[in-house]
């Protein structure tokens, strides 16, 4: 009976590393500690219409987003960005690739100057099938934003169904971005 | 070839350690001297590789090798040589790299002066610490190389954040590394002492020298870690309770226990499995904050870039190394025999107080740690437990604490007379009670905890004091006689002293800045002043000055107290390009009794004055000096001779000098 209670210590810690690999594998799966849930899920996108980054084409709005006359709707992302964001750099091959697999990204300019806006995406290269210019913020507390990046995807009713706050990680767009696009498409 | 000969070294060393985790335990298994003198050499040969491969990443960080990727990760030509420096452990892989090294430095030290150490138990404890390089060096080698190189190499790297750009944290991954790697070899002498089925007072002797290099080194590290975010996050926060400070508290704690219960082994010859489980559990828990900072299972703001493969690995090595540790532990811990017997009221019963009370403490600040962590996984939701959660728990838990700790060295072995102590300690309740009524002349009745906080303070300060003049006999003998008797008092007992009053100062620190802090945030033009606790803030220019990696905007205030002249406080926000990041520099000026505390942000709005914000922080500089005394207390008692590394111990011959009186040596 003496010896059993020396072994209890053991069990304890066991425990305790049992349940760190059942977070590690979660933490695998995209369930990472700082994946923020969001109020606006299922909710549809809040009402905006931005002026476009660039004069003369096309900015971003909430019309824009969900099925429109003739058409059913698309599944959207549409990503909040600034040219003096780090992470956003970090992201934006990403993005662009996803540009090029044709899905439809809209860009908003977050609390930047036109000018480095635009100038960035004249040297990096343009992912957004539009991109506007949020330059007081507004839009961004509406949708909830803590800071760039942050991307949501939009589903063909222009309801917002997923948030992801910091960068797009190749893991969570192989876990959780592209199945989400692939199931909402269907 | 530098970086290859770097990672050479990092292979061999795990070829090594292999060598010296295997043969040293099969040599005392078989009782063969030969092969358990295989543990002092290979220690060496692994001490050498790895200072080879440590230097390998310093030299690469130094002159900027750009065809390496962990320099171009972390390092820019234009950053200053200190940080270039400090960079190489600013990041995952070469902070892997510090933290062998580290372990490497510890295993050859006890190959070096561990000559007093019966042959068979320094070869097991030499093969443990191997045991624990293999786990580590296959880490780094398996998945976190620093010498990886990049084809073309970029012109110039990414620098590093720009928030460890500073000199109190260039040196505070060091100690903390020389704390939790220290702490292996506690852990390797408990896992030694199991093997061998033998824990005695020798034993805890042999124990306690690297115990205390530990916890001095700990202790030094996260007042450095604290101090830094005091001055840099710009409001004078100086501990926020975030999972990664409390992954370094926790090992304090429980070694701050472990370091007291082998007193009570060496003097008694009790309390022996539990000082094995601290040794194990103390150890487990700095493994255990590697884990937590690396793997991305908490979100931290000084988390590494993290990633689960490594997570997965850590926990391997956490397991083996613990689940190992235990299981010998659940294995042989019930052969140790139980020593002397003591009454509730003496020595042992006040340390044995002090470790329930400083375990409870540890197992408060880890359930805090973990328990969101723990909604999550069960499907609670996203909580976070912040400050309130541990100022209800942990610091009532310190308040007997620390009451006790003034009471503790004056009780004698086995049965002491509680009403004769107290009596001893007359002055220190005095010393309390007027610190408490300065306290609350200076500030007012509000907070009544914090007046009672701070009587408590000077209640443990003084009885410190207390506690040598006691030993020392002053005032009730001659002067010189006493002096003389303070020179030959053992080093130990002033240790305990010195470390005991420093606790002291820093919890009236702590209590002074949480309770009376005074703010000011307010927009300012050039020219105008504002008041802040009787001092006035006047803000006098603000201009650009270039730094070597950076731009500034320069600040500059006058402060004046009634008219007189005070301090010139040049805050800044520096600009960073590389990184394009912004960080905070405070200007701080104090007078040892308080802070006046600066920062100058950005441009108000109206484009016309500034953001800024001004505090007095009263007695904050106290939290580093006491933490500076209780480290000073822990190398005062390392030096005591009964401990010395390397001085051989005549255990025939009786303690120390033996002109000393005998007076309890702790």
Redesign the interface.
């Known amino acids: 009976m003496r010896r059993l209670m020396f072994l209890i210590p053991l069990v304890l810690f066991l425990g305790l590393a049992g349940w760190f690999a059942v977070r590690l594998k979660q933490i695998d799966r995209g369930d990472t500690p700082d994946h923020l849930p969001s109020v606006m899920i299922d909710k549809p996108v809040p009402a905006f219409d931005l002026p476009p980054l660039v004069e003369g084409q096309p900015g971003v709005a909430a019309k824009d987003l969900g099925p429109s006359a003739g058409e059913s709707g698309k599944v959207r992302l549409v990503n909040f960005w600034a040219s003096w964001c780090a992470p956003c750099r970090s992201e934006h091959p990403i993005l662009m690739r996803l540009a090029g697999q044709g899905v439809d990204i809209r860009g908003i300019d977050y609390k930047d100057k036109a000018a480095d806006g635009q100038a960035i995406l004249a040297r990096d290269g343009n992912p957004y099938a539009a991109v506007a210019r949020d330059e007081s913020g507004r839009t961004a507390i509406d949708f909830g934003v803590y800071g760039v990046p942050e991307t949501y995807v939009i589903d063909r009713q222009g309801r917002i169904r997923y948030r992801q706050v910091g960068p797009i990680t190749p893991q969570d767009l192989q876990n959780r971005i592209l199945p989400l696009i692939n199931e909402l498409s269907k | 070839m530098i970086p290859e000969l770097g990672h050479y070294a990092l292979v061999l060393a795990l070829v090594v350690a292999l060598v010296q985790s295997v043969i040293p335990l099969w040599g005392a298994a078989r009782r063969d001297p030969a092969m358990m003198e295989v543990g002092r050499t290979a220690a060496y040969c692994q001490f050498v590789a790895l200072a080879l491969a440590f230097g390998a990443l310093t030299y690469a960080h130094v002159v900027s090798d750009f065809s390496v990727l962990n320099v171009v990760e972390n390092s820019h030509t234009d950053k200053p040589m200190l940080y270039k420096v400090a960079g190489v452990w600013g990041n995952h892989e070469g902070s892997l790299v510090l933290w062998v090294f580290i372990l490497a430095l510890f295993g050859a030290m006890v190959a070096a002066f561990g000559r007093n150490l019966p042959a068979s138990l320094r070869a097991r404890v030499l093969a443990v610490q191997g045991m624990i390089g293999v786990g580590f060096l296959w880490f780094m080698v398996a998945t976190s190389n620093p010498f990886t190189r990049v084809d073309p190499a970029p012109l110039n790297g990414h620098d590093l954040n720009p928030l460890l750009q500073d000199p109190g944290l260039a040196f505070h991954p060091p100690f903390l590394y020389l704390g939790y790697v220290g702490f292996s070899l506690c852990f390797s002498f408990a896992a030694g002492a199991l093997l061998e089925g033998r824990v005695d007072a020798a034993w805890a002797r042999w124990v306690r020298p690297w115990a205390l290099i530990a916890w001095s080194s700990l202790t030094l590290g996260i007042a450095m870690g604290s101090w830094w975010s005091y001055y840099t996050l710009g409001w004078g926060g100086w501990w926020f309770w975030d999972p990664v400070e409390n992954a370094s508290l926790m090992p304090w704690l429980a070694g701050t226990a472990l370091l007291h219960s082998a007193i009570v082994v060496e003097k008694r010859d009790t309390l022996k499995?539990w000082t094995i489980?601290l040794a194990?559990?103390t150890f487990?828990l700095s493994l255990m904050g590697t884990?937590l900072v690396r793997?991305?299972?908490?979100?931290s703001v000084h988390a590494f870039a993290s990633d689960?493969a490594r997570?997965?690995f850590i926990?391997a090595l956490?397991?083996v190394a613990?689940?190992g540790g235990?299981?010998l532990?659940?294995l042989r811990?019930?052969i140790l025999k139980a020593g002397g017997l003591f009454a509730p009221i003496s020595r042992e019963g006040g340390l044995v107080l002090n470790n329930l009370l400083l375990s409870t403490a540890c197992a408060t600040v880890f359930l805090g740690t973990l328990y969101?962590?723990?909604m999550?996984?069960v499907g609670g939701g996203?909580i976070s437990i912040g400050p309130p959660f541990f100022n209800a728990t942990f610091v009532p838990l310190m308040v007997p604490v620390v009451a006790v700790m003034a009471m503790g060295p004056l009780l004698s072995w086995k049965r002491a007379d509680l009403a004769g102590v107290l009596g001893r300690l007359k002055i220190a309740a005095l010393v309390g009670v007027v610190a408490a009524l300065a306290a609350l002349w200076l500030a007012g009745t509000k907070p009544v905890l914090a007046v009672l906080a701070l009587g408590l303070a000077g209640w443990a300060v003084m009885g410190a004091v207390v506690d040598v003049a006691d030993r020392i006999r002053l005032f009730r003998m001659p002067l010189g006689d006493s002096l003389s008797r303070a020179r030959h008092l053992p080093r130990g007992a002033w240790g305990t002293a010195i470390a005991h009053a420093g606790l002291g100062v820093a919890v009236a620190g702590m209590v002074g800045t949480s309770a009376w802090t005074t703010e000011a945030i307010q927009v300012l033009h050039i020219g105008q002043a504002v008041d802040v606790a009787g001092y006035s803030f006047r803000l006098d220019s603000v201009a650009e000055a270039p730094g070597p990696n950076y731009t500034a905007r320069r600040a500059v205030l006058t402060v004046t107290h009634q008219g007189d002249f005070v301090a010139t406080l040049a805050p800044e926000q520096r600009f960073y390009p590389v990184?394009?990041?912004t960080t905070t520099g405070a200007a701080i000026h104090t007078n040892f009794f308080s802070d006046l505390y600066a920062v100058v942000g950005e441009p108000a709005p109206d484009g016309t004055g500034y953001n800024t914000r001004f505090y007095r922080h009263p007695l904050v500089p106290w939290i580093w000096v006491g933490s500076i005394l209780m480290m000073t207390g822990g190398l005062a008692s390392l030096s005591d001779r009964r401990l010395r590394v390397g001085v051989p111990l005549k255990r025939a011959a009786p303690r120390a000098a033996a002109t000393v009186p005998p007076a309890p040596a702790e």
Do not use: C, E, N, Q
């Open positions: 499995s489980l194990i559990v487990t884990f793997s991305g299972v908490l979100t689960p997570g997965v926990l956490l397991v613990t689940g235990l299981l532990y659940a811990a019930p969101p962590l723990f999550d996984a996203k990184t394009r990041m």
